[in-house]
């Protein structure tokens, strides 16, 4: 089946810095995706979302870039804390149907580095 | 009433045992989900409930049994399982109805098959 994939498994940052992860997605029908943050013995837990009719979008201290051309989704997050450290997971929403049913990415770990 | 919750929070069970993981959420969704996820790797959809009615089996064993007693309950019935089922099972829960509604996590249940 379609699969969303990251570029980069690890990705260790300066506190202050600005970090940016990066997500593949190969089904151009998905119309929906999130990106989710998950810590040591925790659940995932929401970051912020973007529909397909989007290609940006802003939280607080948080971006989600997408680009439908090449099919490409990013986080950024400003001013990166050591907080901000944990498994970031991409997911996209497999277009039709009123589940939701969210496919993910292989995650990338942030290690923010005080 | 704004999370999903779990219980119990760690299992352990030998292969002969029958045990259930419970998932509780009243924020009125009506979608409900069940991943398993293993070390390092991203949470994987086993069962998606909607309206109480299972619309989603992901090819899952029948070891593996889901329930939803009502719109708030989601149980997951566990017999004759294998080391190899050792894993964090996470429970999700979502609105329903149209694109948007994110899927919100549990906690989890951390599950070790001796």
């Not at chain 2, 429970?91 to 509604?101: D, I, V, W």
């Amino acid at each position: 089946g379609e699969s969303v994939g990251l570029h980069l498994p690890t990705l260790s940052v300066q506190e202050g810095d600005n970090s940016i992860i990066n997500c593949a997605y190969s089904n151009s029908a998905s119309d929906y995706f999130i990106w989710y943050k998950q810590e040591s013995g925790k659940g995932p837990q929401f970051i912020i979302d973007i529909r397909s009719n989007m290609d940006k979008r802003q939280g607080q201290r948080v971006t989600v870039l997408l680009n439908k051309t090449v099919k490409h989704l990013s986080l950024q997050i400003a001013a990166t804390q050591p907080g901000d450290s944990a498994v970031y997971f991409c997911a996209e929403n497999e277009a039709g149907g009123a589940t939701n049913k969210l496919i993910f990415g292989t995650g990338t770990l942030l290690a923010v580095q005080p | 009433d704004t999370e999903v919750t779990q219980t119990p929070k760690h299992l352990v069970m030998g292969m002969t045992n029958k045990k259930s993981l419970k998932c509780e959420q009243h924020m009125g969704h009506r979608a409900m989900y069940w991943y398993k996820q293993k070390a390092k790797k991203p949470p994987e959809l086993m069962f998606v409930y909607s309206y109480e009615k299972l619309s989603i089996n992901e090819s899952v064993p029948s070891r593996f049994s889901p329930e939803c007693p009502n719109s708030s309950l989601l149980n997951l019935h566990l017999h004759a399982l294998q080391p190899e089922d050792s894993a964090l099972y996470l429970c999700a829960s979502r609105l329903g109805g149209g694109l948007g509604n994110e899927q919100f996590f549990g906690p989890g249940t951390r599950l070790t098959v001796l």
